[in-house]
Nanobody, 116 residues
Framework: QVQLVESGGGLVQPGGSLRLSCAAS????????MGWYRQAPGMQRELVAA???????NYADSAKGRFTISRDDAKNTVYLQMNTLKTEDTAVYYC??????????WGQGTQVVVSS
């Protein structure tokens, strides 16, 4: 059984911070590139940040400088630290796990609302 369980979403004011967590089970975590995606209503799902098994990272331009992705292989968990949040960051955030020659896995999503 493969599971990706996100947590940490919620309501926050502009300029505030949240830390999202994604706990993975049923996979060899160290072999997977982990990512955070987000999707707002009426919009396409987009990559926010990704981190490889050797901790190389990539960020969307909108996230760079504000968000930090990290992983704790001992806990099979990937995090997304989101600082200086903007209203444009409002979306459902999804955890993703992928490796070559295999289907990706997705979490159920966690809602982030940035509003005053």
């Amino acid at each position: 059984q493969v599971q990706l369980v996100e947590s940490g979403g919620g309501l926050v004011q502009p300029g505030g911070s949240l830390r999202l967590s994604c706990a993975a089970s049923g996979i060899s975590f160290r072999l997977y590139t982990m990512g955070w995606y987000r999707q707002a209503p009426g919009m396409q799902r987009e990559l926010v940040a990704a981190i490889t098994g050797d901790s190389s990272t990539n960020y969307a331009d909108s996230a760079k400088g504000r968000f930090t992705i990290s992983r704790d292989d001992a806990k099979n968990t990937v995090y997304l630290q989101m600082n200086t949040l903007k209203t444009e960051d409002t979306a459902v955030y999804y955890c993703n796990a992928r490796k070559p020659r295999w289907v990706p896995y997705w979490g159920q999503g966690t809602q982030v609302v940035v509003s005053s």
